[in-house]
C-alpha cells in the first residue's frame, strides 16, 4: 500500500527520486500569506453571484425565511391565473412542497437534461456543427465547460433552475404564453441535479479522480496480442504516483502541485494519509435501461447484487418480472475500510425460476479514488441548501463548513462573509438578483450557508487551488458481461454517497423507493349524443339512418365498455344514460396509470406497464350482418382536457385547439365535470372532421370514496340511472316486426296506402259492377 510519487521535466538532464519526508512541507507558518503574493496566483477580480432562488423555489420552513414577501406573493398568482379569455386554467399542476419527494427531483431534472440537450443540439446546427460531433462534449461535466482550461464556463448549478424553465415547455409546446410562464415558474421551484450520460470518471474536469491515485494492473505471464485475454492474467493492482522532475527546479517553473502549492517545497504537498480508514458507504441504484434480454419471451427478470471487499449483498427476494427497463429505487449501506475495499461491483443478475440465475451485467468503481479526489466526489452538492423536505441537505458537514475546510487545506484565507459578500482570498463573490437589480427583502434574510454553497459551487474561480466540485447527480453507467467482453448489456443509474466514519455520521438515507400508486375510480356517464354522422340507408325509405353506440376505455381497447344501441336514429340523436367504471391506479408524478396483469395463463408473476391517463369515448354504428362502423372519437387526458361546451350548439371543433385559447381541466383537482364534447376523425386533407358530439358526465373519486359512494355499472343499482325515453322508432326491426310494419312503412308511406287502397277498392268495385252487370240485365229482361 505504499506511495511512489515522481515528476518528470520536459527536457530532463539529471535524474533523482524525490524526498517524500515532511521536509518537503512548507516550514514558514505565515505560508498562506505567502503563497497568496506569488506568481502563481494572480489577483483575481470580483465575481457576481446569481443566486437564481426565486420565491416559487423557497420552500415554506426550510431554507430561507420569506415571511417579508407574502404579499408579493399575493400579487403574482403562483397557484393559478386567469388567461385572455377570462377562463380559469385548471391545467396547471403546481405541487405542494408537502407532495413534492425525491422523485419529482428526479423528473424534473430527466426534462431538465432533455431540454438542455436540445437547445445545445440547436445551437450546435446553427453553427452548422453536426449533433454529438465531439463524444467530449456530449459528456461534459456540466454541458458547459469548453475544451481548453482557461475557456471554460462553469454556469451549470447556479443557473440550473433557468433550464428546468425551459424544459417545462416540454408539457405545453403549443400553450399561449401566458401559461407558459406559469408552467416554467412551477417547475422551477423543483431542485435539481444534474443526470449524466456516462460515468462520473468520464466527466470533464473530474480528471478520472486519478489527480493523486494511479492504477496499474499486474500481470502473470507474458503479454499478447489479444486484449480481452490480457485481461484473465490480471493478478493484482498497485495504486500509487510516479514523478519524476529534474534537480533543482526552474525558478520560473510554470508547474504546481496537485493541491496548487509552490512546487519548491515539493510536489506531493497534502496528500492524503494510506493509513486504514472506516467509511460508510451508500449506494442508491434507481434503475436500469435497455438490459438484454435473458428469457424466450424476449424480457428478463432482473434482481441486483452489490460486492464490496468481503461483503456481499443479495436483493433476490425482491427481483422485478418481465422487465427490461426496471426500477430498483434501493439504497444499500456498508461499512468498508480503505484500502482493502476499494472496489465496488454492482452486478445485476437474471431470476429464473429452474436452475441457477445468470448474470446480465456488472459494473464496477473505485472508491477510493473517488474519497481522496479533490473533486470531492464522497456526496454532491446540491444546487440549493435546504434544511428539510425532500431536498435536504445530506452532508454531515454544512456548506459553510466545507468551504472553512477546503479554504484551510488548500492554504487560502477565508472565508469572510459580510454584507451579502464572500470573500476568499483575494476574490470576492457578490451576491445579485437573477435580474441584476437590487436584493429583495426576502434575499437580504439569504443566510451565510446559501452564500457558502454558492461559493463552493464556483469553487473552480478560486486562484491556485480552484477545481470543479461534484454536484449532485446520476452518474449512468454500462453494464458489462465477463463472458461477452466489450459488449454493452445495458445502463444502470447509479450514484455513491460517503462518508468517514470518524465524522459525525449522517441522518437517514434519501427515500428512492419507487412511488406506490394511488387507486382511483373514474365515473363516466354517456347521457346523450347528438349531430351524429348517419352511416346508413333505410332499407325501405332510403333514409339516412345510424343505430348509435358508444364505446369508451382508460386503460386500453381490452378494458373498453360500451352503452347499448341506440337504433335508428334519424337525427344523428341518441339517449343512453349509461354509466362506465374504471378502476385504475395512479402515479400522479408521471401522470400515468399502472398496470399489472399476466401476460398469459402461463405467467408466473404479473407484468407491471404504465400508460397515459388518457381516457378515450368512441361512438360507432351498430351492424348487423357486418362488422360496426366507426364514426369518431375524442381522447382526453385527465390532467388537462378541453371544458365541456354547455349546451351541443356550443360545441364545435374549435375545443380540439391546442393554443392556449381553450380552457382546460385538471379532473385530479376538479373531480368532477359534465358537458358536451365534439367526436372527430382525421383526414389527410382536411385534418379533424367533426362526426358528432357526446354530452358525458366524469367523476373521479378514490378507491375510499368509491367504497362509501357505490355505483352500478350501466343503468344498474345502486344508485341507478333511469332507462332513456327514445322515439318510438328507435327499436330492433325483428324483435317486434308488426312494430316494424307500423313504424318503417305506415310512418312514411301511410298516404300512399291510403290511396292505393281507395284505387285497390275502386277497381274492385269496377270488376264486380262489369261482372255482375250482364247477369243482372237478363235478369231484369226476363222480369226474373
Known sequence: DGLIYWRQASAPSVWSKADLSSSLLPSNPNSVSSLELTPLVPKAKDSLITLDYGTYAIPNGCGLDISSSTDNNKNKGSHGFNNQSGHQTDDLIDDDEESLDWWSKYFASVDAMIEEGRVKRGGDQEKGEEPH???????????????????????????????????ANKFSPNRASQIQQQRKKSKSSIALFKLFPNELESQVGLDGFT????????????????????????????????????????????????????????????????????????????????????DINGKADPYLVLQLGSKRTSDKENYISKQLNPIFGKCFEFEATFPQDSVLTVQVYDWDLLGSDDLIGETKIDLENRFFSRHRATCGLTSRYDTCGYNQWRDPMKPVQLLTKLCKEGKVDGPHFSNMKVRVGQKTFTLQSKEGGPLQNWQTKVSEEHLALAVLHHWNEIP?????????????RALFNPDKPGIEQGKLEIWVDMFPMDMPLPGLPVDISPRKPSSYELRVIIWNTDEVVLEDDAFFSGDKMSDIYVKGWLKGPDDAQQTDVHYRSLTGEGNFNWRFLFPFEYLAAEEKVVISKKESMFSWDETTSKVPARLTLQVW??????????????????????????????????????????????????????????????????????????????????????????????????????????????????????????????????????????????????????YALPGYSIKKMLGA
Open 621 to 770: 354504428d351498430a351492424d348487423h350482418f357486418s362488422k360496426d362502423d366507426f364514426l369518431g372519437a375524442i381522447t382526453m387526458d385527465l390532467n388537462r382536457f378541453p371544458r365541456g361546451a354547455k349546451t351541443a350548439k356550443k360545441c364545435t371543433s374549435d375545443m380540439l385547439k391546442t393554443d392556449g385559447t381553450v380552457p382546460t381541466i385538471n379532473l385530479f383537482k376538479q373531480k368532477r365535470t359534465k358537458g358536451w364534447w365534439p367526436l372527430y376523425i382525421k383526414t389527410e386533407n382536411e385534418g379533424l372532421l367533426l362526426q358528432g358530439k357526446v354530452e358525458a358526465e366524469l367523476s373521479l373519486h378514490t378507491a375510499e370514496e368509491a367504497e362509501k359512494m357505490p355505483a352500478g355499472l350501466g343503468r344498474d343499482d345502486p344508485n341507478g340511472l333511469e332507462k332513456p325515453t327514445r322515439p318510438d322508432s328507435s327499436f330492433m326491426w325483428f324483435v317486434n316486426p308488426i312494430k316494424s310494419i307500423r313504424y318503417i312503412i305506415w310512418h312514411n308511406y301511410k298516404w300512399t296506402i291510403v290511396k292505393l287502397i281507395c284505387w285497390i277498392g275502386l277497381l274492385l268495385f269496377l270488376i264486380l259492377f262489369f
Open 464 to 476: 491556485r487551488v480552484g477545481t470543479y466540485l461534484v454536484p449532485e447527480h446520476i452518474e449512468t
Open 133 to 167: 460531433q465531439n463524444s467530449t462534449k456530449d459528456s461534459n461535466l456540466y454541458g458547459l465547460l469548453e475544451e481548453e482550461p482557461k475557456k471554460r464556463k462553469y454556469g451549470g448549478i447556479m443557473n440550473v433552475t433557468n433550464v428546468a424553465k425551459s424544459a
Open 211 to 294: 489527480e493523486w491515485l494511479q492504477t496499474f494492473e499486474l500481470y502473470r505471464g507474458k503479454k499478447s496480442e489479444e486484449e480481452f485475454e490480457d485481461e484473465t492474467r490480471i493478478v493484482g493492482k498497485f495504486k500509487g504516483s510516479i514523478k519524476i522532475y529534474k534537480l533543482p527546479l526552474l525558478k520560473d517553473l510554470d508547474d504546481h502541485t496537485v493541491m496548487g502549492f509552490d512546487p519548491q517545497f515539493g510536489f506531493f504537498q497534502g496528500l492524503p494519509s494510506n493509513d486504514p480508514l472506516h467509511v460508510l458507504v451508500r449506494v442508491y441504484v434507481v434503475k436500469a435501461n435497455d438490459l438484454h434480454p435473458m
